[in-house]
């Protein structure tokens, strides 16, 4: 794990301020820090265990058990790539390759810059659209290795 930058609390706090202070509240908690953050940092993570007076050990347990949550720095935008059955046929292999090239990461890193991370998924359930390539909120059917740069363009944008 690379060595994380201390990070402002006070999101945090305020997090926590609208929530009661009780282990029920974790998963919730968590979610809003991830989106806060883009990851959930080791600092906050602690700071979650005292005030919710839930063990560190569980409070790390439920951050690495759900995929959604990133222990490390992710970036701006999220690239999803499917490789699911259907996918990996039409080539979703090629999509990587691309990324890997373009970016110069392959899937589970994150550009220094912190603007791209690139993941792959198991199905989106877009199988007749295949393949499906998710740039932040924007899908990308039948997405193709020569159109890597609209993507990454427009990916962010609702535009299209």
């Known amino acids: 794990m690379a060595e994380q930058p201390c990070v402002d609390l006070s999101k945090t706090e305020a997090i926590l ?5 009780e282990e029920p509240s974790l998963i919730q908690v968590l979610q809003d820090v991830h989106r806060a953050y883009n990851y959930l940092p080791c600092d906050v993570l602690v700071r979650v265990a005292e005030v919710l007076e839930v063990p ?4 790390f ?3 690495t058990f759900y995929k959604a949550f990133s222990l490390e720095p992710q970036g701006d935008t999220i690239i999803k790539v499917c490789t699911g059955t259907a996918c990996h046929i039409r080539g ?5 390759e691309e990324l890997e090239r ?6 589970g890193e994150t550009t220094e810059d912190l603007k791209f991370t690139v993941k792959t998924v198991n199905c989106v359930g877009a199988c007749a659209m295949a393949p499906v390539m998710i740039v932040g909120e924007k899908y990308w059917g039948g997405a193709k290795p020569a159109r890597m740069s609209r993507y990454l363009a427009e990916g962010g944008s609702d535009e299209n």
């Open 61 to 63: 347990s439920v951050s």
């Open 102 to 107: 373009k970016l110069g990461i392959g899937a």
């Open 92 to 96: 979703a292999g090629q999509l990587v």
């Open 17 to 21: 301020g609208s929530y009661p202070h």
């Open 56 to 59: 560190l050990a569980k409070v």
